[in-house]
């Protein structure tokens, strides 16, 4: 069955696959209200494909965090610092 | 007469932001020393995550800081520090990119299309242990450098505000609120254009991973 089929087909009370992916940044950043909440956690707890794809959307953006950071370089602070007292006559 | 300022105290543990630039005000060049070594690290990747060119990002941060400094003295903290600091460098870098020409990489994409596919095709199998962990679990997959090349390709697909709004969430952890101010936005608008790029982003490292090319027809997402 395709992920459409799914999306088509299946309905695990009040929230449906499309309307998880439509509540899932509010859901990330604990902004639903608490009947959401739940109803958002009842259908990730039976439905196997939006575990996957709540992982994916969680991940792809908190990854960025790890990716960017990596490529700091270690010398930034020094010449930052350098640049900073040479600029303000320290 | 005036007590001369207190000597120059390292990054002291239990100084919030506010306590350092009260300090750095009152002319504690250490306490502004201070609070650059505490936000430099995150000002910079979002600047990198936004211009994509290190020696760039590197000068909006030295304008970001040197800005600071130069304006310690209206900051009364009405607004969070940090916040401040990240609408000061968000906006260096995006003054900096609009005022190049465009990028030649520009391979930024129409998001309805992805949209449109944005819930589909978590499931299959694949020969690479990569897409078969993104799949599965796609935090163990982090480590894999297929995934981490296609995550820096696929935001650098994303419109600049859209990188801009989405690094300063997840590297400096802005509320909704922070972020409106920060980017000159409404909470509402914050909110969902945060969630619409998360699951451009998404849906675009699915594409990379699983070998799918670029899109033909690239134009802005405004």
Redesign the interface.
Known sequence: MSRDDHHDHHDHGAVDCRRLVDLLGEYVDDQLPADQKQAVERHIDQCAPCVAFLRQYRFAAAATRDVMLAKVPTELEDRLLSFLRDRTRR | MASPAPPARPDAPGDDDGALVARARDGD?GAF?AL??RH???V???A??VLKN?AEA?EA??ET??SA?EHLGTFRGEARFSTWLHRVASNHALMKLRKKKPDPQGDLVDLEPQLSR??????GTSPFDALSL??????E??AAHE??DA??G??GQLAPDDRAL??L???DDLS?EALAEALQMTVPAV??R??RT??L??AL??DRLRGKPPPESPRSTG
């Not at chain 2, 993104?134 to 935090?139: E, F, G, I, T």
């Open positions: 060049y020393e650059v070594r430099q690290r995150r910079f990747a979002v990198l995550g290190p590197e941060v030295q800081f040197l400094f944005a819930a589909t095709r978590t499931e993104w799949a599965r679990r796609p935090d997959a982090a995934v981490q995550l820096e696929a935001l989405l690094l969430r997840s590297i909704h909110k969902s945060l969630h998360r699951l982003l998404r490292l699915d």
